[in-house]
């Protein structure tokens, strides 16, 4: 099925009215093709969460399977070069382990990112652990975080929700500067979206770790939390 152009209604007394297809939200539009009256709108998103690592200028996405995710702990190894290493409960027997070689002391913070919201952790502080002799294979761990340390609202300090509220602000900007709202841009068909999301992750600075569609998929869950959030102000 193609993509209908524009949306037209009939009064009873015979006059019309029209409106660009494009211009509907994205649950009108799904309430529409549920009627079979055009097609439902592709999802970009291949995992259910995305992961955004944040380091000075420069931010990187990748994708991961798993229904949930919390952060564990992150820590830097030493031997002859450092590798950092973020690992997650996911809600399975083991945790999920990642291996960052860029610039891992230079991490300043991950946020986890799902259909339900976004989770935010910092990694300003740091615990040195000394074990060893480098020559014998010993190492030296530089712990960032640590659940089983770090405070149960450590998420709620002032400095974790900024983090959350400068990808939203600078998202915001752009559709603004595209003279689109969320709703909006959810309702382009795919093609358009991704071009659209391309462009958001360049000026945003934000790359993909492994695969460019995870790009895509975490900016459009960006748009969608958006979305979410203004229909949430306008019945309040």
């Known amino acids: 099925m193609s993509n209908p ?11 019309k009215t029209s409106i660009d297809f494009s211009h509907l939200d994205r649950e009108l539009r799904s309430a ?4 079979k009256l055009c097609p439902h709108s592709a999802s970009i998103r291949t995992f259910k969460h995305y992961l955004l690592l944040q380091w000075e ?13 919390e952060l564990l702990r992150y820590y830097v190894v030493r031997r002859i070069e450092d590798s950092g290493r973020l690992s997650f409960d996911v809600g399975a ?7 960052v070689t860029r610039l891992p002391r230079e991490l300043k913070g991950v946020v986890v990112a799902g259909a339900s919201g976004m989770s935010a952790y910092d990694f300003s502080s740091e615990t040195e652990r000394w074990e060893g002799i480098f020559e014998s294979g010993g190492k030296i761990e530089y712990v960032k975080y640590d659940k089983s340390k770090n405070s149960s609202d450590q998420q709620e300090t002032p400095e974790v ?8 602000e600078a998202l915001q900007s752009e559709l603004t500067q595209r003279g689109l709202s969320a709703g909006e841009l959810l309702a382009l068909e795919e093609l358009r979206r991704i071009e659209a999301y391309r462009e958001i992750a360049r000026n945003m ?3 993909g770790k492994e695969k460019q569609r995870d790009v895509y998929a975490f900016i459009e869950l960006l748009v969608e939390q958006s979305a979410t ?3 949430k102000e306008a019945k309040e």
């Open 5 to 15: 152009k524009r949306l037209s209604i009939e009064y009873d007394d015979g006059s």
């Open 32 to 35: 529409l093709a549920d009627l």
């Open 57 to 69: 200028g420069w931010q990187e996405v990748i994708g991961l399977e798993s229904e949930s995710v």
């Open 93 to 99: 027997d083991n945790p999920e382990l990642f291996i």
């Open 161 to 168: 929700p900024l983090c959350v509220a400068r990808l939203r």
């Open 205 to 207: 600075g934000i790359r």
């Open 229 to 231: 959030s203004k229909k």
